[in-house]
């Protein structure tokens, strides 16, 4: 089984080096059950050590690897690593976040866990989750994804955990479909893929909220309420008023690691 995980990074010295470590040191006891795997580095126009850093580890694990890109956000990273990761043969190919929340024994679930599914999707609202963060966020959390299942009609529970596993066909068919949205690129990833017919699977997990994260819960839930409703509006009969929407206050500037 080969396996690509993509981690998209701006800025990130802080934690790449541990990220990288620990996930290299649990994957490698997973090669004794067929796990063939490699980690990409999406390095997004970052401007501290995070490059510096990745080449050390990579050093000591030639699994690992970067690619430069310019700033275009982690949407343009997660597809840019997705097209690499496709031209390397792989037959699952993920992305987990570079901050460590999701650790590497629950990546390892996703992998474990997919079966026969097309995707496996780490879930926090899962009963046997472990999650620890704060009670703001789990308000945040569970907002957002009522409004998802309300606006778009979808069954899951958590779509924004930044941790994904797919088949290599489910990506081929992300990038023929690519979405538009930055702050909604979860959601519109899975609609886009259930409308397909790929099936898609919610796995349990462990997620720590980091002390550090540059998330900002005052403006961030805006624009991603936006992004909910432009998706929602262009899948609709009422695709002419994406326009209209365009100039309401959407573009809020934000500025956000990775």
């Not at 026969?116 to 009963?127: C, L, N, Q, T, Y």
């Not at 299942?149 to 994904?164: E, H, N, V």
């Amino acid at each position: 089984m080969k396996v690509s995980i993509v981690i998209p990074a701006r800025n990130e010295e802080r934690r790449i080096g541990r990220t990288l470590s620990e996930y290299s040191e649990y994957l490698e006891k997973a090669k004794k059950d067929g796990i063939d795997y490699e980690i990409l580095v999406m390095v997004n126009n970052t401007t501290d050590n995070t490059r510096e850093i990745i080449k050390e580890v990579m050093r000591k694990n030639k699994r690992i690897g970067y690619i430069d890109l310019p700033g275009r956000g982690k949407r343009y990273a997660i597809l840019e690593g997705f097209k690499e990761s496709l031209n390397r043969k792989n037959e699952f190919i993920g992305f987990v976040d570079a901050d460590m929340a999701t650790p590497p024994e629950s990546f390892y679930e996703l992998i474990k866990g997919i079966g026969e599914h097309d995707a496996s999707i780490a879930s926090r609202a899962h009963p046997k989750s472990v999650v620890n963060t704060s009670w703001k966020r789990k308000i945040f959390s569970k907002g957002f994804n009522f409004g998802v299942r309300s606006t778009l009609q979808m069954p899951y529970k958590d779509t924004q955990c930044g941790a994904k596993l797919f088949r290599r066909e489910a990506v081929e068919n992300i990038l023929r479909n690519p979405p538009y949205s930055q702050w909604a690129f979860d959601v519109e990833i899975l609609y886009n893929l259930r409308k397909a017919g790929f099936r898609i699977k919610e796995i349990p997990t462990i997620w720590n909220d980091q002390a550090d994260s540059t998330l900002s819960l005052k403006k961030v839930p805006i624009q991603m309420f936006f992004s909910v409703i432009r998706l929602n509006l262009l899948r609709s009969p009422l695709k002419h008023l994406v326009r209209l929407y365009d100039k309401m206050p959407e573009r809020v500037k934000i500025h956000h690691a990775g």
